[in-house]
């Protein structure tokens, strides 16, 4: 798995350079690359999640959903947790450290090292994931709970894909889709990884090289989101009896990179928004050694957890 896992990351990496290259070239606007990130939320990673759950219904499958939600609520707990405790007085690095990249980094590796039906594990822990963001990341972003809007919360699309995703599971329709429908959803699935990565290379564009090369702090914020709360995370995995590939697939979501949106939100609030950007860069690049790192160390401890 850790051979796949490294070629998945070196592929994404080229990918970024691509998004990169493109920005750099002035072949693809700033606004350009947000229009992406639009078609990468409405519609291709609701797709990805769809795609997941059009498998066929049985109560292990139910079951292994519902103990991989309960996982990744208790994940992402641990994350804000940590977030809150190291990053008291800084709401950007609080928010960057709490909430990963699950969506356009952490499903690519499912799908690569796993396999499409693990995504289905994700599916929890990436919906409460961006419920969390609408609501306590606005919140500490903000520090104003009048900025919450339960609406959005409850409406983003990546929840929304969830929701259609378990219908279709658990009245059996997901394996009795038309050949036309599937072929569509499997088709804008793939532009997934692909697409994700080339906007992430155009905020790497976007930051300031000798900020990055220069703030400490974005050290230390890289090392909580991308060694020390997946440890952590691994840790509290290794207390619950659940199957292995379920265990990988949060561990994968909780060990993601930054998330895109700190930089969305912090452009709508007002804040830092290239030290943002940077947070999101940087990781990202990050990410390409720790992603081996993590899983190599999580294989090996696995063996004795199960």
């Not at 798995?1 to 990496?13: A, D, E, N, P, R």
């Not at 996982?71 to 709401?91: D, Y």
């Not at 609030?269 to 050694?289: E, G, K, N, R």
Request: aromatic letters at 10%; proline letters at 5%; one cysteine or more.
């Amino acid at each position: 798995m850790i051979g796949i896992v490294i070629h998945q990351t070196l592929v994404m990496f080229l990918y970024m350079m691509i998004g990169f290259l493109l920005f750099r070239t002035r072949k693809i606007t700033a606004a350009g690359s947000r229009e992406l990130g639009t078609l990468l939320l409405w519609l291709v990673i609701p797709a990805v999640i769809i795609n997941s759950f059009c498998v066929e219904f049985s109560l292990e499958k139910l079951r292994a959903l519902l103990v991989s939600g309960a996982l990744g609520a208790a994940a992402l707990v641990l994350a804000m947790l940590v977030a809150k405790l190291i990053f008291p007085k800084c709401p950007i690095d609080q928010f960057a450290a709490a909430f990963s990249n699950a969506g356009f980094m952490g499903i690519p590796i499912v799908q690569a090292a796993l396999g499409t039906e693990a995504v289905f594990y994700m599916a929890g822990f990436t919906a409460l994931l961006n419920i969390l963001q609408w609501t306590y990341g606005v919140w500490v972003l903000s520090g104003d709970v009048s900025a919450i809007k339960p609406k959005k919360a409850v409406g983003n699309p990546i929840f929304l894909g969830t929701v259609i995703g378990v219908v279709l599971f658990c009245t059996g329709l997901g394996t009795h889709l038309p050949d036309v429908a599937m072929t569509a959803i499997k088709g804008v699935a793939s532009l997934n990884a692909p697409m994700a990565m080339m906007v992430l290379g155009v905020y790497l564009a976007q930051a300031d090289n000798r900020l990055l090369l220069s703030t400490p702090r974005l050290y230390l914020l890289c090392f909580v989101r991308l060694l020390l709360i997946p440890a952590l995370t691994l840790g509290l995995l290794l207390l619950v009896p659940a199957e292995q590939s379920l265990r990988y697939a949060v561990l994968i979501a909780a060990a993601a990179p930054v998330g895109a949106n700190v930089a969305v939100y912090a452009q709508q609030l007002d804040l830092d928004y290239p030290y943002a950007c940077q947070t999101v860069a940087l990781s990202t690049v990050f990410s390409i050694l720790s992603f081996p790192l993590i899983l190599a160390a999580a294989q090996y401890i696995l063996q004795f957890g199960r």
